[in-house]
């Protein structure tokens, strides 16, 4: 079984800065996928980042970008000039390739974004 | 134009009532899943559809039954709710074989209040 870890569970920080939230997993697995999930107060989740964990390249989406260390089994999300609509629940997720599993989550980090 | 859908978005009830929530997607996806979000946001999954067959029952009492009656459609039904089934849940669904991309898509949740 899979685990993820997500060691901040509040994080603040004011509007324009950069801001990293981290994330480390344990699997055995060789094929499997991370993702990044924001969830603002209107509880919908949105897919921020994701990445294939066969490729070295770091996925970057606009603002946003990980830092993806297979060895180390990190997934660390970077925030590049935040806004104030990035406050929201950050979650972490890990998802063995091949089948239909679902998702394993981190238990989340609250980032709030101050003007 | 959703593309995962649920009803009804709230739903209060009594304990030791039966109740249903629905999940649609327009996405023609094969692999659809049911998840809970306690009251700490922890997100857990609870059951994998692909092409209408169980594939995940993650540790779940036999009171939730889900009902696949096409791939578009996974519905979660409940019988003798307890106050601790208190808590949102959410559908996604994903495409998982072929060129798919593993990624999933949520629907807006139902917050379901155990009185």
């Known amino acids: 079984a899979q685990t993820v870890t997500q060691s901040q569970p509040e994080m603040s920080v004011q509007e324009a800065e950069t801001v990293t939230l981290s994330c480390t997993y344990d699997?055995?697995?060789?094929?499997?996928?991370l993702f990044w999930y924001k969830q603002p107060p209107s509880r919908q989740m949105i897919l921020v980042i994701r990445?294939?964990?066969?490729?070295?390249q770091n996925a970057t989406e606009n603002r946003f970008s990980v830092n993806f260390q297979k060895a180390a089994k990190s997934f660390s999300l970077k925030i590049s000039d935040s806004q104030l609509g990035d406050t929201a629940m950050y979650f972490c997720?890990?998802?063995?390739?091949?089948?239909?599993?679902?998702?394993?989550f981190g238990k989340g980090t609250h980032l709030i974004i101050q003007p | 134009d959703t593309a995962v859908s649920q009803t009804p978005k709230y739903l209060v009830t009594q304990m030791g009532n039966d109740k249903s929530i629905k999940c649609e997607q327009n996405?023609?996806?094969?692999?659809m899943y049911w998840y809970k979000q306690d009251s700490k946001k922890f997100l857990k999954i609870m059951f994998s559809?692909?092409?209408?067959?169980l594939i995940i029952n993650e540790t779940v009492p036999n009171r939730f039954s889900p009902k696949s009656p096409d791939k578009a459609h996974l519905n979660l039904h409940i019988n003798s709710l307890e106050l601790g089934d208190s808590a949102v849940y959410f559908c996604?669904?994903?495409?998982?074989w072929g060129a798919g991309t593993n990624e999933q898509f949520f629907g807006p949740g139902t917050r379901l209040t155990v009185l």
């Open positions: 996604a669904s994903s495409q998982d």
């Open positions: 699997t055995s697995e060789n094929n499997y996928y």
């Open positions: 990445q294939e964990a066969y490729k070295q």
């Open positions: 997720a890990f998802r063995r390739g091949g089948g239909a599993d679902g998702l394993t």
């Open positions: 996405l023609g996806h094969d692999t």
């Open positions: 559809y692909n092409n209408k067959e």
